[in-house]
Structures are given as structure tokens and as C-alpha cells.
């Protein structure tokens, strides 16, 4: 299932320490030979300070042949760099973690750093030294420390360019570090920067209009969201959340609408249970039909087994499509980065859905027959209808007569204005789409594009 990784159009989106466990599952996977997979970890690992990472990954692949004499002299720098700029670091944090400058300190930053200068003769170009040894300590993997310097000179600063570089550089190391509620809120925290801030002061410096700079901060935005919202307990949700407004909906249909998959997958998740009564909101209820319409107008720039699966159950309405496509689509995500530990949890939801659209077109269905297009035996489907009658609200319409061996489908008719609010519910969030369209057209972004000012300062 090759051709279906994402990996390979993901990875440019991410810095390259992001990148390091995507790479190291597709070795685990085995999609790509594995020779492969490691000289493209020897290539993102020869631009860091990891350097006896580099010094294995070449041996891997170059077992016959010398260590290059260039990592010797990488190491003396790296280690002279190190002590420099952690005896300069060093001489920041004994000021500012002083208690009496601690409890000085107010919310105004230029007040703060004047108060810092009078005092203790401490400029700005001195509390850079913060920003400039976290961002060491990004390069040589050392992510908790790069958090805690980032945020200590983020405090401080007002250097804005910067601050939004540590913004970044904080997000990443707190995503390696595997910290997902402080990830969660640095996210959130870094998305209103972007959606606030002047977008030229968001990437570096760039010759693009201003717009077309806001979408790429975007669409990179997206991309290292995934690590988050696929390890936080509530980040389906909150990927919905975010993804299905109109501004990151956009984003996503101009620059990369391979986040169909990701949307596509958080919705059936999510679906199960918002059907079951678990309180959510209006957008992550309906997200479904949101999401098939989005997948019907971007389906000739991107689709996949996940994508068609709803495609040919929601639109074509083709059962024996949509359980072939289910097939393949369980494979893809059983292999994807993202979404592998959701497996099991996305199977039992796409069958929920099968379920849920052959029951709303027939009154008297055949277990075995729904079985079958549930990819089931007539025993593990038996079992696994009853089950889901119930756990969820089609307990009060369907009926199971074992003797028959068939479920019956007893529904009252919807009233009036109750059709009428089905039909009407998508109309405001579907005209806001389009006006938000016509206002902000960019220009599609070309296939290389700048990479934020995170910590390693790479082109």
C-alpha cells in the first residue's frame, strides 16, 4: 500500500526533527525498503548536532567504509558552542530566576526589560542568548531543555519575529517531548498568532504576497497539528473543530488537500459516539455530511480508500463499493503515522456507518446480508448488531426477530419543519465558505515552499 503513504508529501511541511518519527515508522512498516528509509534519516540527521545519530545511521549504511573525518570537527564546534552559550544562558537565568526579580516583574514586557536593565544591566541582546541556546539545544535533541529556554526568552522578549520563532521551536519540542496538553495549548496559542499577527512578519523573510505568506504559516500549521490532535484524548474532536472552519477548510482545499484523509478519519470516529448522545458541538455531529461534500468537490485533486469510502456510501450509495473500498481503506490507516492506533476504533465506526445508511433505505434488513457487507461472519455480525443497537440510539427504532433472523426498522415520519431544518442546517456555514472564498483567493502556492523560522534556522 505504498502508493497511498502520506509521508513523503507530509515531510516537507514538518522541520526535519518532526520528520525523524515518520521516518522511523516506515521502517517499522516496511512500505519502502529499508535501505531507503535510512539514507533519508542519514540526510535530515547530517543537518542537526545529533551527530552520534548521524555517526550510526552512516554505519548502517556504510558498514565497509570509515566515519567521515567532517563529524570530528562537527563535534569539537558543537561542544565549544554548547559551553559558550550555556555559560551565557547561564548568566540570563540566575537574574530572571531570582525571587525578587520574579516577583518584580509585571505583564508589560518593555516595562520588565527596562526594570532588568536598571537594575541588573541586562539588555535584550543578552536575553536573545536564551533563544539562541534553546535553539542549540533543539539541534542536538535535547527537547526539554529547548522548551524551557524558548519559553523563559518568549516571556521576555519583545522582538516579535522572534518570539513567533520560539512559538514554533516550543510547539515542536513540546510534540517530541510527548507533552500533549502544554502541546495543545501552544498550538492554539501559536494559531492565533498566525491568524492575528501581519502575516509578513509570520515566515521569514519573503518576497510573496502577504496573503500567499499567511497560507503557507497555515498550511504548515495543519500539518504539525496532526501529532497533536491524533495523541490528545479530545484532538479528533478539536480537529474538526478547527479544521471544518472556513478559514483552515480553505487552507486546506488551495494548498493540501491531502488533510482530507485526517478530516475524513476524525469524522468517522467521532461519529459513533456523537450518535450515542455524548454532548458535541453542531459542527463535529454533522461533520460527516460537511466532510463528504468537501471530498465531492476536491476529488480531482486527491482521494484515497478512506475518502472514496464515503464517497460511494454517502453519495453513490453503492454498499458492495463502499465495503470494497472499507477494505483497502483499513489497511491505509493500519500503516499511516497518524492514524495506525486507531485501527480497530475506525473499523468499528465505518461499520457503525454501513449500518446506520442501509438501515435508513430499508424497513426489514437480513442479518446475514448486512453481515456480509460488514465484512462479518453471520455470527460476529449477529453478534456485533446486537451490540450496536444497544449501545446507540437505533435501539428505539430497529427490532431483532432471531427467529427470522432479520432486524425490522419501525421510524415515525419527521414533521414539516423538521425536513425543512435538515435540508437548511449546512446554509450558513456554506455561504460563509463562499464568501470567505471570494474575499481571500491566493494564487495556488508552488511545491516548495519556506519553512518557518523555527530553532534550527534551516533554508
Known amino acids: ?27 517499522e512498516t516496511s512500505l519502502f ?14 543537518g542537526t548536532n545529533m551527530l552520534d545519530y548521524a555517526v550510526s545511521l552512516f554505519e548502517q549504511l556504510h558498514p565497509d567504509e570509515e566515519i567521515p573525518e567532517e563529524f570530528s570537527g562537527k563535534r569539537e564546534k558543537a561542544v565549544s558552542t554548547n559551553e559558550r552559550l550555556q555559560l551565557e544562558a547561564q548568566a540570563v537565568l540566575d537574574v530572571i530566576e531570582n525571587p525578587d526579580v520574579a516577583q518584580a516583574l509585571r505583564q508589560d514586557k518593555n516595562q520588565n526589560l527596562q526594570y532588568l536593565k536598571d537594575n541588573y544591566n541586562l539588555t535584550l541582546e543578552q536575553i536573545t542568548v536564551l533563544y539562541n541556546f534553546g535553539q542549540f539545544q533543539y539541534t542536538y535533541g535535547n527537547y526539554s531543555g529547548a522548551a524551557d529556554y524558548l519559553y523563559h526568552f518568549r516571556v521576555l522578549s519583545t522582538d516579535n519575529d522572534l518570539n513567533t520563532s520560539a512559538h514554533w521551536g516550543k510547539l515542536a519540542s513540546d510534540i517530541l517531548t510527548g507533552k500533549w496538553e502544554t502541546a495543545l495549548e501552544e498550538l492554539n496559542t501559536l494559531r492565533d498568532v498566525v491568524d492575528s499577527r501581519s502575516p509578513s512578519t509570520l515566515l521569514t523573510a519573503s518576497a510573496e504576497p502577504a496573503a500567499l505568506t499567511q497560507l503557507h504559516s497555515r498550511t504548515w500549521l495543519v500539518h504539525w497539528s496532526l501529532f497533536v490532535y ?13 479544521f471544518l472552519s472556513p478559514t483552515y477548510l480553505n487552507t486546506i482545499q488551495t494548498s493540501c488537500p491531502w488533510i482530507l484523509r485526517y478530516i475524513a478519519t476524525a469524522a468517522i470516529l467521532s461519529r459513533k459516539s456523537a450518535a450515542g448522545g455524548t454532548a458535541a458541538s453542531s459542527r463535529v455531529r454533522h461533520s460527516i455530511r460537511e466532510i ?18 464515503l464517497k460511494e456510501l454517502y453519495v453513490e450509495f453503492d454498499f458492495e463499493a463502499a465495503q470494497r473500498e472499507l477494505t483497502l481503506a483499513d489497511r491505509v490507516v493500519g500503516d499511516d503515522f497518524f492514524l495506525g492506533e486507531f485501527r480497530e476504533e475506525f473499523l ?12 435508513r433505505i430499508h424497513q426489514r434488513i437480513d442479518i446475514g446480508d448486512l453481515s ?13 448488531i446486537v451490540n450496536l443497537i444497544r449501545e446507540t440510539r437505533m435501539g428505539a427504532e430497529a427490532k431483532i426477530d432471531l427467529e427470522k433472523n432479520v432486524i425490522e426498522i419501525h421510524r415515525s415520519a419527521l414533521p414539516v419543519y423538521q425536513s425543512v431544518i435538515e435540508k437548511t442546517r449546512g446554509l450558513a456555514f456554506r455561504t460563509q465558505a463562499l464568501g470567505t472564498g471570494m474575499l481571500h483567493s491566493p494564487q495556488q502556492p508552488q511545491q516548495s515552499q519556506p519553512q518557518p523560522a523555527v530553532v534550527e534556522g534551516a533554508p
Open 372 to 384: 456480509e457487507r460488514l465484512n462479518l461472519s453471520r455470527d460476529e455480525g449477529e453478534k456485533w
Open 292 to 309: 463528504v461534500k468537501v471530498i465531492q468537490t476536491e476529488e480531482y485533486q486527491y482521494q484515497d480508500p478512506v475518502t472514496s469510502f
Open 1 to 27: 500500500m505504498a502508493e497511498y503513504d502520506l509521508s513523503k508529501t507530509i515531510i516537507p511541511y514538518l522541520d526535519r526533527h518532526l520528520a525523524f518519527p515518520l521516518l522511523a515508522h516506515l521502517v
Open 33 to 46: 525498503p529499508v535501505e531507503q528509509v535510512q539514507a533519508a534519516q542519514y540526510e535530515l540527521a547530517k
Open 348 to 359: 468499528d465506526n465505518a461499520r457503525y456507518l454501513i449500518s446506520e445508511a442501509y438501515c
Open 230 to 242: 491524533f495523541n490528545h484524548p479530545q484532538g479528533r474532536t478539536l480537529l474538526l473543530e478547527t
